[in-house]
């Protein structure tokens, strides 16, 4: 098993440009997770899905968009890249409810915005 | 808002010696996890311990929980080089959000 992987690994983009961010996992997960790190703080949720065709928003939701059309794959996108998004993204699964059950954490992917 | 807060914020240490984080949080919990980050990977699960249990033990691995002081340890034991990482707690903040903390970076040196 791959577990969970992520595509690309790093990027750079100019502010105002798109993206899109692909998470796949191979477990069969109900539940995904998009995460941003930054410097000197913890993960923060951006959106989550609890299954196929569902997605909900996190603690940092906003310049982010999601979708979650095969149960394998959550896609993160940034509509009009700014500078403030500049971070490293993991995407998260787990088969349960993901605050009562261990989290699979991908590589990460380190983006950023000039 | 980060719920879980490590300290120290960093910890060196020499190999063999044992290595000891602490975790504190703010609102009652369900469980609360620890995981490990080595440089520029990802995060791996390595203990989830309930609200209704005082300790548990995985391998060289020891975490204890005290709700009453809304607190959290992990003690890593006979440290090896491969310990070095920075280690996160994390709570749930609801049934799906999972609240980190800025992590401890551990560094054992040889």
């Known amino acids: 098993n791959a577990g969970v992987t992520q595509t690309p690994k790093f990027r750079v983009l100019k502010t105002g440009q798109s993206m899109t961010l692909l998470c796949a996992q191979d477990?069969?997960?109900?539940?995904m997770y998009w995460y941003r790190q930054d410097p000197g703080m913890g993960l923060r949720l951006i959106h989550y899905?609890?299954?196929?065709?569902?997605?909900a928003k996190g603690e940092v939701p906003d310049g982010y968009n999601v979708s979650r059309l095969k149960k394998q794959n959550f896609l993160l996108g940034l509509e009009s890249a700014a500078p403030s998004q500049t971070s490293v993204y993991f995407c998260a699964s787990s088969l349960r409810r993901g605050a009562r059950d261990t989290q699979y954490f991908g590589p990460g992917t380190r983006l950023t915005v000039l | 808002s980060q719920q879980g807060e490590e300290d120290p914020q960093a910890l060196s240490i020499q190999e063999g010696e044992n290595a000891t984080m602490n975790c504190s949080y703010k609102?009652?919990?369900?469980?609360l996890q620890w995981y490990r980050q080595n440089s520029g990977r990802g995060l791996v699960h390595l203990i989830l311990i309930r609200s209704n249990e005082r300790e548990k033990h995985s391998g060289r691995l020891r975490v204890t929980l005290d709700t009453s002081k809304k607190s959290s340890s992990l003690l890593i034991t006979a440290s090896r080089a491969a310990d070095t990482a920075s280690y996160f707690c994390?709570?749930?903040?609801?049934?799906?959000?999972?609240?980190f903390g800025a992590g401890t970076t551990v560094t054992v040196r040889a």
């Open positions: 477990m069969n997960h109900e539940y």
């Open positions: 899905s609890v299954g196929e065709g569902t997605t």
């Open positions: 994390a709570t749930d903040a609801n049934d799906y959000k999972l609240s």
């Open positions: 609102t009652s919990i369900n469980n």
